[in-house]
């Protein structure tokens, strides 16, 4: 079929348009094209890349447009543009051209990776001109953009009875069902996108470091632990992270055939969506420790400076040298389980707390359906979560739910022997020490904040509660070392 361009057309025929044609948007559009009852409008602001994605594409039925005009003209209402822009700057400008050529009743969506706070903004901004605007979360990398991707839109009920429908046709499906919600109102998709980030940093890192421990443990090849990831991707551990993990292992560099892992700098960059989500638990405070380590995991590894200045450090004196082989690589395999729990767990509260304060109303069992497929994070076991969220609605921690206690239960012997092999022959394991921790800090009777509020009290009379009796006190530490009510002290 011969795409069209819009001088060509006579009627607006495109149910669908997408702005931003690099790799991310003219995938979505080539996606969106190949689905039932959906004809695509393109656009971008060189002509030359709208032409040769026509060129390379002759089976889409694209109608491409030369200006945001034709654009618009070619589009049926209520119009709907997706946009696929670099995030920031170049979306408010887009966002703009398109208010001009809209109406009321229009509907444009970001799908790129937005700060969910601009998503607000933007949203207030333009629901003043009667167009709705949707910030989506998308995730799958370029192939999910393609073949599926997992969507977060937000936005009104409104726009999503037009766009729920498209978002549907293009989406990943799991057991059935397409991985797509509405999440919320304004920028509810763009925050659970940045959370999904932030537990995907985590999930990166926690494996990391398991593979580390795993050859610097056991001295294995890099092939064997391929294979080993191979392995635990047919248990409870499945996911994509962990598939793609033993493909990367395995990968031999085509310069010197050394494993590629092995060539590759150990300098982890990063785009600042984990970085968003930890600054916004920050500012919600909610304990996101695990996820955090991994942000701060991935600064310390591009430290190069300070690394180097640090080489000659001195370690302990004690050597790795794993008795069992099998026996620690079970453990690791558990570790890394019931870090991972907990990197999830801290995840889904920071949506929790993300709701309260910005008034969504998110359904945390159906945010754990829509990752199953498409998305970097999915896996197997957010079935379990989702499982969870459906038993008890109500759920405080993920990690009070039954099938995750019982998890930890199993792996905790692990989890601490890993721990502590890691910290006495001083194997870096921030995600899974800082998880242990987490999770004795949150299960722990009587946490040392006694003796911080004490110390709060002594240098700022900051104030305390006490175990005993209810209201605020303070106490004279220099005096008579009485006990008096915050309220009696002026
Ligand atoms: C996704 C990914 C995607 C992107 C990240 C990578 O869900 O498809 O999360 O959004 O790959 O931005 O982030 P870093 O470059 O920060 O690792």
Known sequence: MRSMSVAETTEAQANIGV??????????????????????????????????????????????????????????RPRTALIMVKAGAATDAVITELTE??????????????????TIRREATVRETGINFVGAGISGGEEGALKGP?????????????????????????????????IGTDGAGHFVKMVHNGIEYADMQLIAEAYDLIRRGTGKSTDEIADIFEEWNKGELESYLIEITAEV?????????????????????????????????????????????????????????????????????????????????????????????VAYSQGFDEIVAGAIQYDWDINLGEVARIWKAGCIIRAQFLGRITQAYLDDPKLGSLLTAPYFTDAIAKAQASWRRVVVAAARTGIPSPAFSSSLAYYDGLRAERLPAALIQGQRDFFGAHTYKRMDADGTFHTLWSGDRSEVHAEDLH
């Open 19 to 76: 702005v931003g044609l690099a790799v991310m948007g003219s995938n979505l559009a080539r996606n969106l094209a190949s689905r039932e009852g959906n004809r695509v409008a393109v656009y971008n602001r060189s002509w030359e890349k709208t032409e040769a994605l026509l060129e390379e594409h002759p089976e889409a039925d694209f109608v491409a447009a030369k200006d945001y005009k034709e654009f618009a003209a070619s589009l049926q």
């Open 101 to 118: 050529v809209f109406e009321p009743g229009d509907i444009i969506v970001d799908g790129g990776n937005a700060l969910f706070t601009d």
């Open 150 to 182: 997992s969507i977060m839109p937000g936005g009104s009920a409104e726009a999503w009875e037009t766009l729920g429908p498209i978002l549907k046709s293009i989406a990943a499906v799991a057991d059935g069902e397409p991985c797509v919600t509405h």
């Open 249 to 341: 292992l395995r990968q031999k560099d085509a310069k010197t055939g050394q494993p590629l892992v092995d060539v590759i700098r150990d300098e982890a960059g990063a785009k600042g969506t984990g970085a968003w989500t930890v600054q916004t638990a920050l500012d919600l405070g909610v304990p996101v420790s695990g996820i955090a380590e991994a942000v701060f995991a991935r600064s310390l590894s591009s430290s190069r400076a300070s690394r180097n200045a640090a080489a000659n450090l001195p370690g302990p004196d004690e050597e790795f040298d794993v008795a069992d082989p099998d026996a620690f690589i079970e453990d690791v395999r558990l570790a890394l389980f019931a870090s991972k729990i």
